[in-house]
């Protein structure tokens, strides 16, 4: 069945985060384009870009949601990937076209050393089949051309990396890694210190911050959701983004001063700079700073408007 197109803009706009099981073989762009029609909303963004072969949670953001995107992309990532040992493809996953193979002698014992290496602070090169730019253009557009460049080590973390299953040539691993770090080149990287190669044969995203896949919907899911008028038990409300901040509780006076963007003076919260605000009866207006220097809280970003 065929969806609808997005509506006017005169429609009643939504906003909140939606914790979708992407599929295999949607682009992460796809999925935001699914979601516009369902929801016919045209305001619609995603959280941390999915490769196409990966499945898992996808946040996506709508409405007045998309401007907390940048929240929820720097948080902590959770994933299982399933690797091939012997075979070096040129995109480092499945999907590519296997440029290289070695015979596999690597033991469960040496892989759980060589896994060992991988854990903490370290420096990755990003993959040539991925979206950051290089004078303006995608790498994976010059890859395409078979044109390589020099790309930039990053630094990421890997603050957890455990072997699940070892059935050589294929073994299954658990990642909880900062955000920025590419699984492939994980692959890639570790396929090299084994001296065989490998590549990523399947990639689950298990979480996202505090969103689990065990929560997360289908986008056949939401769209039985929408046309049953239930997306409230679906979609979570803007400030789930910042869940982590403290809240800030203003008065009548003192909110209304932040709903217009004025700072409002006050007392700082612990040793947090920033805090999410709220009015008496709950209305989430806010992301403020504290301003120590001047004693008082400075609204950051603003969400709701009282008259």
């Known amino acids: 069945m065929r969806e609808a197109s997005p509506a006017p803009s005169d429609q009643m706009t939504i906003s909140g985060i939606l914790n979708v099981n992407k599929p295999s073989g949607m682009t992460s762009h796809d999925v935001v384009d699914r979601v516009r029609r369902i929801l016919r909303q045209r305001r619609v963004g995603h959280a941390g870009t999915l490769d196409p072969l990966a499945t898992g949670v996808l946040l996506v953001c709508v409405g007045q949601a998309t401007r907390l995107a940048e929240y929820l992309v720097d948080t902590t990532k959770v994933y299982r990937a399933r690797l091939r040992l012997g075979l070096t493809t040129d995109t480092h996953d499945a999907e590519g076209k296997v440029v290289a193979e070695a015979p596999v002698q690597a033991t469960e014992e040496e ?27 995608p790498l994976y557009k010059l890859a395409r051309q078979s044109i390589e460049v020099e790309r930039e080590p990053r630094r990421v973390e890997i603050h957890e990396l455990l072997l699940e299953d ?3 040539p294929q073994l299954t691993i658990r990642i909880a890694c900062s955000s920025g770090t590419y699984i492939r080149a994980l692959a890639r990287d570790l396929g090299q210190a084994l001296g065989c190669g490998a590549h990523v044969a399947a990639l689950t995203r298990l979480a996202c911050g505090p969103f689990t896949l065990e929560e997360a919907i289908s986008l056949e899911e939401l769209a039985q959701a929408a046309g049953e008028g239930r997306l409230e038990e679906v979609m979570h409300p803007p400030d789930a983004a910042v869940a982590d901040w403290p809240p800030l509780i203003l008065d009548e006076e003192a ?16 040793e947090s700079e920033w805090a999410r605000v709220y009015s ?28």
């Open 255 to 270: 909110a209304w001063h932040i709903a217009h963007g004025q700072p409002v003076t006050g007392t700082a919260i612990g």
């Open 111 to 137: 892989v759980r050393r060589v896994l060992a290496n991988f854990l903490g602070s370290l420096e990755q090169v990003p993959p040539m089949y991925s979206a950051l730019k290089h004078q303006g253009t």
């Open 166 to 168: 070892w059935s050589p």
């Open 280 to 307: 008496l009866k709950g209305e989430f207006l806010a992301l403020a700073r504290w301003d120590r220097a001047g004693g008082r809280w400075q609204p950051h970003k603003v969400f709701a408007s009282l008259d």
